[in-house]
């Protein structure tokens, strides 16, 4: 059974951090490109970033995080992760994890940045 299970969402003042992650099981979790997409309240989905399958070189993100959020993976463990740093009230979102293609997804992380 595939499972995406996500951690660290909480409530954040504006400048701060926090880090979430994303544990995989029922898949070959190495051989899979992982994302993260964020849905704001009243919106639509946002692709957020990827990082590629295998040691995760390669990584892309959206221009509205850029240089503030990092991907990374840590294959031993079947675990993604997205550091978010220098948070805004904008970042305000569900953030989810899915597999390559989208075909699995996490339930969804409540990351809440206010004063």
């Known amino acids: 059974q595939v499972q995406l299970v996500e951690s660290g969402g909480g409530n954040v003042q504006p400048g701060g951090s926090l880090r979430l992650s994303c544990a995989a099981s029922?898949?070959?979790?190495?051989?899979?490109?992982m994302n993260w997409v964020r849905q704001a309240p009243g919106k639509g989905l946002e692709w957020v970033s990827t990082i590629n399958s295998g040691g995760g070189g390669s990584t892309y993100y959206a221009e509205s995080v850029k240089g503030r959020f990092t991907i990374s993976r840590d294959n031993a463990k079947n675990t993604t992760y997205l550091q978010m740093n220098s948070l805004k009230a904008e970042d305000t979102a569900v953030y989810y994890c899915?597999?390559?293609?989208?075909?699995?997804w996490g339930q969804g992380n409540q990351v809440t940045v206010s004063s």
């Open positions: 899915a597999s390559g293609a989208y075909a699995y």
């Open positions: 029922g898949f070959t979790f190495s051989s899979y490109w």
